[in-house]
T-cell receptor, first 114, second 113 residues
Framework: AQSVTQLDSQVPVFEEAPVELRCNYSSSVSVYLFWYVQYPNQGLQLLLKYLSGSTLVKGINGFEAEFNKSQTSFHLRKPSVHISDTAEYFCAVGSNFGNEKLTFGTGTRLTIIP | KAGVTQTPRYLIKTRGQQVTLSCSPISGHRSVSWYQQTPGQGLQFLFEYFSETQRNKGNFPGRFSGRQFSNSRSEMNVSTLELGDSALYLC????????????FGPGTRLTVL
């Protein structure tokens, strides 16, 4: 069984400040990790993914995340946020080749303060 | 390349009715997954279809069912609707191989009165 914990349900950040959205996972098997973003009234868009290899993963819109196996974490970071980053962010875990099921965290609502 | 499309975008039904939602995946994608999104439960996996076969299933009652056609389009059906079925239903498509990215549609907002 897998689970994902997003510790912060809401994160307010001033524009141009850095941000970190936290994600911890639990799994008994090797995992694949994802961050998705959801803008109002839209579906989910993939920001970045970790499948294997380098633990530092770079995604779209200037976001990056670091996979830390010992701490079972996959925190999302951006050095300088913009108003357009206001959205809900979901961390997700998947496993097993050929199995498309994703287990999502409860989401973190990022609010950018002008 | 057209994205994932879902129809209808909005639905209002009453308790006891049934509903069918449709999802057209990206051309060439053979895997379609369905998720339910609610404020209380978040995003929960319903089921996944690959090449017309259900390959994985979440923990939902039998009132929730789905199918996939030979052109990879998928439908999900909910029978005997309950108030708690009000949610955003998201469909995601992928190639179904080597853990490719899942591309999500805009969702169908179902309201049960």
């Amino acid at each position: 069984a897998q689970s994902v914990t997003q510790l912060d349900s809401q994160v307010p950040v001033f524009e141009e400040a850095p941000v970190e959205l936290r994600c911890n996972y639990s799994s008994s098997v090797s995992v694949y990790l994802f961050w998705y973003v959801q803008y109002p009234n839209q579906g989910l868009q993939l920001l970045l993914k970790y499948l294997s290899g380098s633990t530092l993963v770079k995604g779209i819109n200037g976001f990056e995340a670091e996979f830390n196996k010992s701490q079972t974490s996959f925190h999302l970071r951006k050095p300088s946020v913009h108003i357009s980053d206001t959205a809900e962010y979901f961390c997700a875990v998947g496993s097993n080749f050929g199995n498309e099921k994703l287990t999502f965290g409860t989401g973190t609502r990022l609010t950018i303060i002008p | 390349k057209a994205g994932v499309t879902q129809t209808p975008r909005y639905l209002i039904k009453t308790r006891g009715q049934q509903v069918t939602l449709s999802c057209s995946p990206i051309s060439g994608h053979r895997s379609v997954s369905w998720y339910q999104q609610t404020p209380g439960q978040g995003l929960q996996f319903l089921f996944e279809y690959f090449s017309e076969t259900q390959r994985n299933k979440g923990n939902f009652p039998g009132r929730f069912s789905g199918r996939q056609f030979s052109n990879s389009r998928s439908e999900m059906n909910v029978s005997t609707l309950e108030l708690g079925d009000s949610a955003l239903y998201l469909c995601a498509s992928s190639s179904g191989q080597a853990y490719n990215e899942q591309f999500f549609g805009p969702g169908t907002r179902l309201t049960v009165l």
